[in-house]
């Protein structure tokens, strides 16, 4: 088939599967579920990629177990699996989803494009997957889609659209409230797109649908070190973003810099209880240690060489007014500019810990809780990304290449990791028309085109790269 063609084919499917890519986005929106937890997510995801003909990872084929990180207890994923069970999970899928491992695969091995497509697979351990790995052709491409909700609640505002559609999430306290919603059906889109082109396509296709992306608590970690992107040359991700003029026709940044290195940390600080007015002095209060730590973290030196932050989290003390505490915890955070800003700020927080804790003759545990390193998308793919979408797709672009940002997004382990090959990568940002903004509970997405324009974008830049002589 010509380029042209394929281009042709590209844009019109991604029209025609649109109102079905909105079906599934409003579903997923509906039953919202946070990282860790996405067992009907990801089990319809992985239903719907083996109908379509990919072999699919699920449970330890996808995700080294030992990486992940702030995990909940067995009675809890005991309980949202059957809350998943009665929302419609897919009941083959979803038994390889339990106690976090909700991570999904869809592989496509085009091989050269012109032998016949084998029948579809499920791979459910890592031996299974590392022995395919073997059979990776170049090249290899990596997409990656989040697919975890927020654990705050939606707004009940009758003037918040999916309140008015139907579709506001039933499971309280969770919410699709970043867009990760819309990312796992672009996903899907891209994936039937570049089903329907295969025989167009060689080399072999890595459809990445990772959890738990919010508090960066190791999903992609965990992926990277099963080894699924250790012969990948390019990984492509993306992100829902606010359009500044929701007149504007702009479609998508080809890239992003600026994302920084960040550490999540849990502290549990260690004293010991006595009568706060009878025997004060036997005490060693590990609240006022705490709230010693909690001060001086946050008079840590900023560096010079680029931007640092500290944040505190949540505090929690069970004891008594009358009783000197004897436990406490607190989470906190670092960010910086680059890893080494970032490693600086977890020195220094270290040594507050250290010093605050033996002030008050108290111990502490600390327990890391999530990470991200500092990013930039490669100059070459982001010129591909351009490329493919002005030329051969007919959507318009920012003047600009790469957005700048200013969190922190754990896809920097699978860019990373890729860019350490000698490969490239990009962190690509939609645009779109937006409620309200990104982790409020009145956020949704309300220009559905996100879906198409994502899916065309994935799908024609994938061609792209698998038709090179």
């Known amino acids: 088939m010509e380029r042209a063609k394929v281009y042709e084919t590209i844009r019109n499917t991604a029209e025609e599967i649109t109102p079905k890519l909105i079906e599934y986005r409003h579903d997923f929106h509906k039953y919202a579920e946070g990282g860790w937890l996405e067992i009907r997510t990801g089990s319809l995801i992985a239903r719907r990629l083996f109908e379509m ?73 890592a031996e299974e997957a590392h022995r395919d790995t073997e059979n990776d052709a170049a090249p290899v491409i990596g997409m990656r ?37 819309s990312h796992a059906c672009i996903g899907l889109g891209t994936a039937e797109i570049l089903m329907k082109i ?27 070190a099963n080894g699924h992107l250790d012969k990948a040359m390019y990984l492509i991700s993306s992100h829902s973003t606010k359009q500044t003029d929701e007149s504007d026709e702009e479609a998508l940044y080809p890239g992003m810099h600026g994302m920084l290195a960040t550490s999540k940390w849990g ?12 025997s004060p002095e036997k005490g060693h209060d590990a609240l006022l240690a705490a709230a010693t730590c909690i001060l001086e973290l946050n008079a840590i030196p900023r560096h010079s060489g680029g931007i640092s932050r500290i ?27 680059t ?16 010093h605050a804790s033996a002030m008050h003759e108290c111990t502490y545990d600390l327990v890391r809780k999530g990470g991200a390193e500092n990013f930039a998308s490669s100059e070459g793919l982001m010129k591909r990304v351009r490329r493919v979408c002005e030329q051969d797709l007919g959507m318009k672009l920012p003047e600009t290449d790469s957005m700048k940002g200013s969190g922190s997004e754990d896809v920097s382990y699978m860019i990373n990791k890729v860019i350490a090959n000698g490969g490239e990568g990009t962190f690509m940002r939609i645009l ?20 198409t324009n ?13 038709s090179e002589k």
């Open 53 to 125: 003909g990919y072999d699919v990872l699920v449970g330890g084929a996808v995700m080294k177990p030992e990486a992940r990180m702030n995990l909940y207890t067995e009675e809890f994923f005991e309980k949202e699996y059957q809350r998943a069970v009665r929302q419609g999970a897919d009941p083959e899928f979803a038994p390889y989803m339990k106690n976090g491992m909700t991570g999904v695969i869809g592989i496509l091995r085009c091989g050269n494009g012109e032998e016949p497509h084998p029948p579809a697979r499920v791979l459910t351990t």
């Open 145 to 181: 889609f989040d697919i975890d909700a927020l654990g705050i609640p939606e707004s009940e505002d009758p003037e918040h659209q999916p309140v008015k559609c139907g579709y506001a999430s039933v499971n309280n306290g969770f919410m699709h409230a970043c867009g990760h919603d």
């Open 198 to 224: 295969r025989k167009e396509l060689k080399g072999t296709i890595k459809l990445i649908f990772q959890p738990h992306e919010e508090g960066v608590a190791g999903a992609a970690e965990a992926i990277v």
């Open 267 to 278: 502290v549990v600080m260690h004293g010991r209880s006595a009568h706060a007015g009878g």
């Open 311 to 337: 944040g505190i989290g949540k505090v929690r003390d069970d004891s008594v007014i009358n009783a000197i505490s004897d436990e406490v915890h607190f989470d906190f955070e670092v960010r910086g500019q």
């Open 339 to 354: 890893n080494e800003i970032c490693q600086y700020m977890e020195r220094k927080a270290k040594l507050v810990l250290d």
């Open 432 to 451: 779109t028309n937006v409620e309200d903004i990104a982790h409020s509970r009145s956020y949704n997405i309300n220009d559905e085109k996100i879906l």
């Open 454 to 466: 994502g899916a065309k974008a994935f799908a024609g830049v994938v061609y792209d790269i698998c």
